[in-house]
């Protein structure tokens, strides 16, 4: 008898969309790579799905009629957009008369006398100026370097606008600054900021966030085993969960997660357009599958929400011998790992995207959470990404333990 697969029915169908969305732009290998799992596992699946023989959550008539109605209003507002005017209301094109070039106001004095000394003299110029003439001279002296700076200065700009690019404009200093320290590239953090400053590069931002727990009255007791205290001495000692709300087209899609606190992974999540029990008990069932099936003694750290509350939910707990502990009810610092995790979600894969269909928004949320534990760097790590984590401080110890 085949031995049961560690990935879910909807981790596998959710990893051939997102090699499909490639669209042979990548290969097997830098899917997979992502993905956390072999080039041949992916390729299986593709081959399954082909084939027709694959199981899971499909892609349907009514999400492709869903697409194209929204394809079509998007078409029809462009369409009816003024000239001169951007594909947003209200913002001025980008070779527009708002933001023609010239207009700063730049006090450059040396390079003013530079340009005039031939007709009025540095020293008369100087004086007018209230300048220095040994300062002119210095600066004059000097020109060989400035330009060296410059060209310096093109070169690591492009390098930075290269990695914003790469990872969808999320980036701010620190992490464009850690990215450009791994490869190889010895740069001062606050040259990185001026740059970026100076270019109007910047990482995202949120401003406005909602909350989804609704408490149930009549739950039992569960004590709070973290109070507030989001550190862990090793990978599964400790894990915290919640649910948030996307939305896709005219429904919502939900999302729960399941993060290790020590190496914030997302060791296990699941999508639906439902906010059932059933949703958080698929994301612990793939926490659990993910870490090879046995994870007695864990805590897993939740809300007060009706779905962590509900006794389907503690008799899964129970099961897998994982200890429930919730926060205080209103109180989102009490699960405060999570919300950061549902923060940068929003604010790096989904802020300022176009209203998408239901399957195109778990393909991007998707896409994202596997980028998140491959690739993304947290600051709470190193800046290393939680994988590359886990297997820098834990392999080691892990080898120790079976020889």
């Known amino acids: ?65 869903a697409e194209l109605v929204l394809l079509r209003a998007e078409n029809a507002r462009l369409s009816k957009a003024e000239k001169g005017m951007g594909a947003r209301a209200g913002d001025s094109a980008a070779g527009g008369p708002v933001f023609c070039e010239g207009d700063e106001v730049r006090a450059r004095r040396w390079d003013f006398i530079s340009a005039n000394a031939g007709d009025f003299g540095v020293q008369r110029l100087c004086r007018i100026l209230g300048a220095s003439r040994s300062g002119y001279y210095r600066w004059l002296a000097g020109g060989e370097t400035r330009a060296a700076r410059r060209s310096e200065d093109d070169a690591l700009t492009a390098e930075i606008q290269k990695i914003h690019a790469e990872h969808r404009e999320a980036y701010g200093v620190r992490r464009i600054h850690a990215e450009l320290r791994s490869g190889g590239r010895a740069v001062n953090r606050k040259r990185v900021a001026r740059l970026m ?29 973290i109070e507030r205290d989001f550190t862990a001495e090793r990978l599964d000692e400790r894990w915290c969960g919640d649910i948030t709300y996307i939305r896709a087209g005219s429904s919502w899609l939900f999302l729960a997660c399941v993060i290790d606190i020590r190496s914030r992974r997302v060791v296990g999540w699941s999508m639906a357009t439902h906010m059932r029990t059933s949703l958080v008990i698929d994301a612990l069932e793939s926490a659990v599958a993910a870490r090879g099936g046995d ?44 919300e950061s995790l549902w923060q940068s979600l929003k604010r790096e894969a989904l802020h300022g995207m176009p209203l998408m269909t239901v399957p195109r928004t778990r393909l991007e949320v998707f896409r994202w959470l596997t980028y998140y534990n491959a690739r993304r760097r947290h600051s709470a790590l190193g800046y290393l990404p939680p994988i590359e984590f886990e297997q820098r401080h834990h392999a080691p110890a892990k080898l120790s333990l079976a020889a």
């Open 1 to 65: 008898m085949a031995r049961p697969s560690k990935y879910s029915a909807e981790f596998r169908s959710d990893a051939v969309a997102l090699w499909r969305a490639s669209a042979g732009r990548r290969t097997f290998k830098d899917v997979a790579a992502d993905l956390n799992v072999n080039p041949e596992t992916l390729r299986s699946w593709v081959r399954a799905v082909e084939a027709g023989t694959a199981t899971g959550p499909g892609r349907h008539a009514e999400d492709v009629q």
């Open 197 to 225: 400053r100076e270019h109007r590069i910047a990482g995202r931002h949120l401003r406005r966030r909602k909350r989804t727990t609704v408490p149930d009255p009549i739950a039992p007791p569960v004590p709070d085993l």
């Open 295 to 338: 994870v007695t003694g864990v805590i897993f750290h939740a809300d007060r929400g009706s779905q962590y509350t509900s006794a389907a939910f503690a008799e899964v707990c129970d099961r897998h011998g994982v200890r429930r502990s919730m926060g205080r009810v209103g109180s989102s610092y009490d699960n405060a790992l999570a």
